[in-house]
């Protein structure tokens, strides 16, 4: 398990509110996107493509803030996270994103259709330009060469 824990860094640090998690899930070299739907009360009047994660709770630890929230979102529930790939700015002022990637066999449902129109499978030459962090992006696509 320690071995485990050195790839995932924060995964059992207590967050708050202001860090918001990320998981690029793949499955067969293709990464999940879901396409939410945001309202002005909650960020903008936008849809933007996005992966599973969000918005960490108090107290709660980042790493089970990742897990609950791609089981909530997606039905996924038999994942594999490899690792944790670092941080950057959350999509909101002041919030930090944290950045894994892992790895599922399962197919997604429409768990949350109030926020989310679909879950789709992209190669990293197909994301779409709205995607909600470029930067995220950016993390993932650098340290998957690495790996």
Not at 95 to 115: C, H, R, S
Request: proline share 5%; net charge negative; hydrophobic share 35%.
């Amino acid at each position: 398990m320690e071995r485990i824990m050195e790839h995932l860094g924060p995964f059992e640090m207590k967050a708050d509110p202001s860090i918001c998690t990320s998981l690029f899930l793949e499955k067969e070299e293709k990464i999940l996107l879901g396409l939410r739907h945001y309202k002005l009360d909650k960020f903008k009047d936008v849809s933007l493509w996005t992966t599973p994660g969000g918005r960490c709770n108090k107290e709660e630890k980042i790493g089970e803030n990742l897990i609950r929230e791609t089981v909530e979102e997606t039905g996924i529930n038999e994942i594999q996270v490899r690792k944790f790939l670092g941080t950057v700015p959350g999509a909101k002022e002041g919030d930090i994103l944290y950045v894994f990637w892992g790895n599922t066999d399962q197919e997604p449902a429409l768990m949350e259709p109030e926020k989310f129109s679909q879950w789709r499978w992209f190669s990293l030459e197909e994301v779409p330009e709205n995607f909600i962090n470029p930067a995220a992006l950016q993390l993932f696509r650098t340290k998957k060469q690495l790996v």
